[in-house]
């Protein structure tokens, strides 16, 4: 009780992969199932949008060039701190003991690859169900981008 209900139609998503393919089959079906969907094909690309628009959701690839999902986790965290429970990661990297000990730091769902589509949209509707609801920047206010440079 006291929580907000939205529409699924008011959940922006924005997808982050470097396979063009899996973006346009992941967005295609989050977009049938109702959700609003943007796409980045790297963490840098999501990075800029981020700054320019609100998502409810950030689903991110863990590898990828440029900017790859920890690095673009950490950048989103101090960027966009109301995002940081927001965030779904997917990856077929379950070998490196690195990548599974950051995914359960974070407490974020993971789609492990290769997964099934309906697993996509059970998870993005599981996140965005117990994702903090009402926490959003202040209007207009957007934070400045914090680029780690060392």
Known sequence: MGRRQHS?????????????DILDIQARVLTTAGYWVETACNGAVALQKLAHRDYALVVT???MPVLG??????????????????????TGDIA???????????GAPVLFKPFALGA?????SKALEFAL??????????????????
């Open 8 to 20: 699924i139609q008011s959940h922006r998503i924005l997808l982050v992969d470097d396979e063009q």
């Open 61 to 63: 690839n863990m590898r």
């Open 69 to 90: 999902g920890e690095a673009f986790y950490h950048l989103l965290c101090s960027s966009f701190p109301h995002l940081r429970h927001r965030v779904v990661f997917c």
């Open 96 to 106: 490196s003991a690195d990548t599974l000990r950051f995914l359960t730091a974070t």
């Open 120 to 124: 996509l949209v059970a998870t993005v």
């Open 133 to 150: 609801p009402d926490f959003s920047p202040e209007p207009g206010r957007r934070p400045e981008l914090v680029l780690a440079t060392t």
